[in-house]
């Protein structure tokens, strides 16, 4: 067979701004090769595969799967059959195992709905066959191992013809790591070309037919595995010496009280580290991802909880939370800079002096002259290319917005500055403006943990370096040992696999994790519902008989209907306020057709006039919404405005019987039992199956849980939207027509209240105004228990004040046990 | 490109003053009556009013916030008002108190939102309930008298100005400098803005986010004495009408939804708009429909007009707004 490219990516260049990313890299994947990748954090492997996978677009050059040119272009590349196993897995977090791989793979391999669960079991076992994932769980429940390998599962489910895998190993343990290599090679071995990018030299050495090295996003060249070396491997890598970049260090002076005595500190993720620092040293942290360099300064800083003694010039602090370690003078600034790092709004003077505004303030009022001062001498002091000072952050260039961050940090006079990964997104220039800053801060007396990735950077700067391996330091670089060499060998060769973690679940565990589960808000609902019967009917004897639980599911039709409307914007995580006037309109608009007397053709006009309303208000929200932009809560509060309005208009006071008939007609009993109420019970439960069952329910719920990670899977933002401002606005004219059946006339605001009301009960029921949660049977409960509680308390002869007190009491408390329960599953 | 000072641009929150102007304008050709003094007169309490609590809003949407409470607390001061200055038989314990116990429910509120991890429009659709139904007990579903040296005082006028007005003057230029110039204020707008990076500055989130409720409950406060006081007795449905109303002026000031950044005073102006709205789709004899069109446009304008460019774009060049 003559040689055949899986994957071909050809003179590929890729810009950012200030930086070349990629320059003019060429390689190519082979069938049944598996092809290694391999160069420091910044040295342009992720660029190269979000161009590989369509995700990214080249300034220059050509990618081709299968030889079909596929550049920029994600659904040929999927289609084409390269498929990527991403280091932060694409999962949708409040959809099962099952769902996320259902949706993950392309329409035609999907199975029934029904089948879905024993399918994707099926797939899991293939992975191991006593694998503990079990495929109707959520994925909020799964720890980041679990995570990767349904994501490594859900690849391999589409049958791809390439194959990359990013840092598979990061998140993996040992058995699985073999088992990784295992499926490698069968999937070679069918002539699949797989790439596998990793930091861990050893297991590309291991793994991997030829391997590609990317240094500053240039290639250095492909090379056939066994022609190299793991030593010829790491001087590929870090290249030839790139001192020029870096200030000369200063000589250490002999030891003194140490600035930073950190003993025995332990937390999530680390643990007993002790490490101390002198005045003007600059200390670095090296370590795989994960083996404890953040989460220990984390710890130190006090953004998490941690045991252990810290001593500032040799006065024991606190480190409880952020407030106590900056007032110390302990600076810290995060790696990620949009996240956590800087205020992306806010100007460069207000970004610059937000840690040093004492020392611009009298009496607590800051003065703005010697703020702008400050921040004005900075900016040409750091010579950070800005409009003015006024400027927003976020609309400068990364190294210039890490100056700016780097020059407030110094203008507070701190004692101890920690910065993870001082030069992340930043261009030469400023890098090497930073390292400058960095020692002549030093050379005063600051003493610096710096926390980086690069070696070559921590080798450069720094006076020492602390490696940490599985959450301990596990050796310290001093001296002339700080090299990148030095450094890269003693990560590389630190124990990579990780610890198998505890799994025993205590029983509190497992409330925690019940009551973070779809089951938890309906049983907790009925037994709200049953007790507060159960006690209305021992407390009072007309409680509990046909005529009482008949009018009270009466008032729940209308209610539980609109309710079901809003869990439906909220699946997606909207909502609408004007449900209330549109229920409102609804009768309005009846109130012309269903009078006493009107032939059937009229009828007909005002079911296909109410058909019209309801999409064109859905429509008109999901407008000014998605295209226009507008916030849900603003383009709904003008809806409801605009409703009510016309509703006036056509009824500026209640009018217009409608025909005793046709009310009759709507409420219809079956036995005691209201038909209207039975048929919203029943639509609940018919909207759940498909909601559960059905693609387009999956892919409802999933995009409403995490929009970006549904995108990947090839799920359409713009119509998820329509269908749910659409189906939401149906649900409230059809909860309307129910209304009628109670206020029997053209009444404008008729509906106000249930606005309120449907909020109420479809979170009750457990949706959550973050998206992805919720049933309808849940929001029908919500919209029964608000309900009962308006009638026990009239049977218990409570009044209105404690009637209503005892609802937003009860929200309260369902809501706030369903919102901790699901934080803290998700944080385990 | 330098921005002379001078000649300041119209910056997001400036748009609300020139509408102001234009409506003032088209007032003056459209309906004369509508800024005639007894128009006025009748206009500026219930102007100061909406003012007061859409302050307290606009402080809560700084922190991401929203306060769906607002009408329930606002119910809940005029009858608290009445209800301690007869126990205490001082009408200023009986202010002091009621702001007291409605910053309380505003702290209630922040809680829930910043501790428990409740969402704000949950968490306050809830409290609401709650609140409305301590105002029901406490009144028993009937009005109830306020002092009348509170009464005298709401209703007075000092150089021809409703006093009420001066009130909404002070707080608004008070709270306007204190986010503006103090570190309090810097610190408050920084963790709207982020408040991950706030806290890993070394911010005490938690306490400017429930603080931001509890100063919203004073300023509720504040409004339900003044409306009370106004009209001349509390009633357990007096605030009912005002909920959507906090929420416009916040919207049509430009105070965004996504936090930070924001305008006391440009919410101040909205409030103001609105109210001038109203009462000229009055005086051009059109009915409450039409004031709700008015507004629900308003909004959409509002709203609309700080996204032009990108609408603009998407709209291939067409600029209709309506």
Redesign the interface.
């Known amino acids: 067979m003559a040689e055949e490219f899986r994957l071909r990516v050809e003179g590929v260049s890729k810009r950012f701004p200030g930086v070349w990313a990629l320059r003019d890299v060429s390689f190519d994947v082979l069938a049944g090769e598996v092809h290694g990748l391999v160069g420091e954090n910044g040295a342009g492997k992720s660029t190269l595969m979000g161009i590989a996978s369509g995700a990214l677009a080249p300034d220059e050059g050509a990618v081709s799967v299968n030889g079909v040119d596929v550049s920029a272009d994600p659904d040929l590349v999927r289609a084409r059959g390269l498929a990527i196993v991403r280091q932060e897995p694409a999962l949708m977090p409040d959809l099962s195992v099952a769902e996320n791989i259902y949706l993950g793979v392309s329409a035609e391999r999907r199975p029934r709905p029904a089948q879905m669960n024993a399918w994707a079991q099926n797939l899991l076992r293939q992975w191991d066959p006593e694998i503990a994932i079990d495929a109707g769980q959520r994925v909020d429940l799964m720890n980041a191992q679990q995570r990767f390998i349904i994501e490594i599962v859900k690849a391999l489910a589409g049958e791809p013809t390439v194959l990359v895998l990013d840092e598979p190993t990061e998140h993996m343990m040992s058995e699985d790591v073999a088992r990784l290599f295992d499926r490698i090679r069968a999937l070679t071995r069918k002539g699949v070309g797989v790439v596998y990018i990793s930091h861990r030299i050893r297991e590309v050495r291991s793994i991997a037919d030829r391997v590609t090295v990317l240094r500053e996003g240039q290639s250095q060249g492909s090379h056939a595995m066994e022609s190299l070396t793991e030593k010829d491997i790491v001087a590929l890598i870090v290249g030839k010496a790139v001192d020029h970049e870096f200030p000369k260090k200063e000589v250490q002076r002999t030891i003194q009280q140490p600035r930073l005595q950190v003993t025995g500190l332990s937390g999530e993720g680390f643990s007993d580290v002790s490490l101390s620092i002198q005045p003007g040293e600059i200390l670095g942290l090296a370590g795989m991802d994960g083996q404890g360099k953040r989460e220990f300064v984390a710890g130190l800083?006090g953004?998490t909880t941690s045991r252990g003694n810290v001593t500032l010039d040799g006065v024991t602090i606190g480190t409880g939370?952020?407030?106590q370690?900056?007032?110390q003078g302990i600076?810290?600034?995060?790696g990620s800079r949009h996240?956590?790092?800087?205020?992306?709004?806010?100007s460069v003077r207000?970004n610059f002096s937000?840690?040093s505004?004492?020392s611009v303030?009298r009496g607590?009022?800051?003065s703005?002259e010697a703020e702008s001062a400050a921040a004005g001498a900075a900016v040409r002091s750091y010579d950070i290319k800005t409009?003015?000072v006024e400027t927003r952050i976020g609309s400068l260039s990364g190294g210039n917005q890490q100056k700016v961050l780097i020059a407030g940090i110094l203008a507070s006079d701190p004692k101890v500055v920690i910065i993870d990964e001082p030069t992340q997104g930043v261009d030469i220039g400023a890098r090497v403006f930073i390292y400058q800053a960095i020692a002549e801060a030093a050379r005063s007396g600051i003493s610096f943990i710096i926390v980086s990735s690069d070696a070559g950077e921590l080798a450069g700067i720094c006076h020492r370096v602390a490696v940490f391996s599985s959450g301990h330091v596990v050796s310290e670089l001093g001296g002339d040992e700080v090299s990148e060499s030095a450094i890269i060998s003693a990560v590389l060769t630190s124990g990579s696999a990780r610890k198998q973690q505890d799994g025993a679940a205590r029983l509190g565990d497992q409330l925690v994790k019940w009551f973070a589960g779809n089951w938890a808000p309906l049983v907790t609902v009925t037994g709200i519902i049953l007790a507060l019967g159960f006690y209305a009917g021992i407390s009072n004897e007309f409680y509990l008989t046909p005529r009482s639980i008949g009018g009270m599911l009466t008032l729940v039709a209308a209610l539980a209907m609109v309710a079901c409307g809003q869990q439906v914007l909220m699946l997606i995580g909207g909502?609408d306020l004007s449900v209330g006037p549109l229920m409102g309109l609804t009768s309005v608009v009846m109130s012309f057709f269903f009078v006493k007397d009107m032939p059937v053709e009229t009828q007909l006009v005002g079911w296909l006039l109410l058909l019209a309303v309801a999409v064109m208000v859905g429509v008109l929200n999901w407008a000014?919404v998605d295209?226009?932009?507008?916030?849900p809560?603003?383009a709904t509060?003008?809806?409801?405005?605009?409703l009510?309005?016309?509703?006036?208009?056509l009824r500026?006071t209640p009018m217009g019987m409608i025909d005793f008939d046709f009310l009759d007609t709507v409420n219809t009993r079956w036995a005691f039992l209201p038909v209207a109420a039975l048929l919203a019970l029943v639509l609940a439960l018919v909207m759940d199956a498909l909601l559960f069952r059905s693609g387009l329910g999956i892919k409802l719920r999933g995009f409403g849980s995490r929009a970006d990670a549904a995108r990947v899977a090839g799920i359409n933002p713009r119509m998820m939207r329509l269908l749910a401002y659409v189906g939401c606005s149906t649900l409230s004219v059809a909860a309307g027509v129910l209304m009628i059946g109670q206020v029997g006339i053209g009444d404008a605001m008729s509906g106000n209240d249930y606005t309120?009301a449907s909020?109420?009960a479809a979170?009750v029921g457990g949706a959550?105004?973050?998206g992805g949660r919720g049933s309808f049977v849940g929001a029908f409960l919500g919209a029964l228990l608000i309900t009962q509680v308006n009638v026990v308390t009239t049977f218990l002869n409570l009044?209105?004040?404690?009637?209503?007190?005892?609802?937003?009491?009860m929200?309260?408390v369902a809501?706030?046990a369903y919102?901790?329960a699901r934080?803290m599953v998700v944080a385990a | 490109?330098?921005v002379r000072k001078n000649l300041p641009a119209v910056g997001e929150f400036g748009w609300i003053w020139i509408a102001f102007v234009l409506l003032v304008g088209a007032c003056a050709v459209l309906a004369p009556s509508a800024i005639g003094l007894a128009s006025v007169y009748s206009m500026l309490p219930f102007a100061a009013v909406l003012v007061l609590l859409a302050v307290g809003q606009t402080l809560v949407v700084q922190q991401r916030g929203?306060d769906?409470s607002v009408a329930a607390i606002v119910t809940l001061a005029g009858l608290l008002v009445a209800k301690f200055t007869a126990m205490t038989g001082s009408p200023l314990a009986g202010v002091v108190l009621t702001c007291g116990v409605c910053g309380a429910a505003g702290i209630l509120n922040g809680l829930?939102v910043a501790r428990?991890?409740?969402?704000p429009?949950?968490?306050t659709?809830?409290?609401?309930?709650?609140?409305?139904?301590?105002?029901?007990?406490?009144s028993g579903?009937s009005a109830m008298a306020i002092s009348p040296s509170l009464q005298a005082l709401s209703q007075a006028r000092l150089l021809g100005v409703p006093v009420l007005f001066y009130v909404a003057v002070v707080l608004v230029v008070s709270v306007s400098l204190i986010l503006r110039?103090?570190?309090?204020g810097?610190?408050f707008?920084?963790v709207g803005?982020?408040i991950?990076?706030?806290?890993?500055?070394?911010?005490?989130t938690a306490l400017y986010q429930v603080g931001s409720y509890g100063v919203a409950g004073v300023c509720y406060a504040i409004a339900g004495i003044a409306l009370a006081g106004f009209i001349g007795y509390a009633t357990p449905t007096a605030g009912s009408s005002y909920l959507?109303p906090s929420?416009?002026a916040v919207?049509v000031g430009g105070t965004?939804?996504?936090g930070?950044?924001g305008s006391v005073v440009a919410t101040a102006g909205a409030a103001l708009f609105m109210t001038l709205l109203d009462q000229m789709v009055l005086s051009l004899g059109a009915?409450?429909?039409?004031?709700?069109?008015a507004?629900?446009i308003a909004?959409?304008i509002a709203?609309?007009i700080r996204?032009l460019p990108?609408?603009a774009k998407?709209m291939g060049g067409k600029k209709r707004l309506t």
């Open positions: 800083v953004l939370n952020t407030a370690t900056a007032a600076q810290y600034l995060s996240r956590d790092g800087m205020f992306g709004d806010l207000e937000y840690r505004l004492l303030a607590g009022i800051v703005r409009p003015g909502i000014l295209p226009l932009g507008m916030h809560m603003m509060l003008a809806t409801f405005m605009l009510q309005s016309v509703s006036l208009v500026p309120l909020i109420a979170v959550s105004l973050f009044t209105d004040g404690w009637r209503s007190v005892l609802l937003g009491v929200i309260v809501v706030a919102s901790r934080k | 490109m330098k929203l769906m829930l428990i991890g409740i969402s429009i949950v968490a659709l809830a409290t609401g309930a709650m609140f409305f139904g301590v105002a029901r007990i406490l579903g110039m103090t570190i309090v810097r610190r707008i920084a803005s982020n991950a990076t706030a806290r890993a500055q070394g911010t005490r959507l929420i416009a919207v965004p939804f996504t930070g950044k009915g409450p429909a039409m004031q709700l069109f507004q629900a909004i959409i709203v609309s996204r990108e609408v998407l």
